[in-house]
């Protein structure tokens, strides 16, 4: 749950700097968080979860 909240927040913050960088327009960014809604009540939504899970154990386990 933590992760996710985290992705979600990061994920905001680049599509509020790309809209006000002018990278990317209004509809376009709606249009793109349209297709994440609804790609999340898909089949492929848990396999999407799992890799960023994946990921994000991969990155815990790096040692400096």
């Known amino acids: 749950m933590a992760i996710s909240i985290s992705v979600v ?3 905001a913050v680049i599509l509020l700097i790309l809209l006000r960088g002018g990278h990317l327009r209004l509809i ?15 089949g492929v939504a848990p396999a999407i979860t799992n890799a960023f899970n994946a990921v994000a154990d991969a990155v815990r386990g790096i040692n400096f």
Do not use: I
């Not at 968080?33 to 898909?42: D, E, I, K, N, R």
């Open 28 to 42: 376009p960014a709606l249009v793109a968080v349209a297709f994440g809604f609804f790609l999340a009540s898909t």
């Open 9 to 11: 927040l990061l994920l």
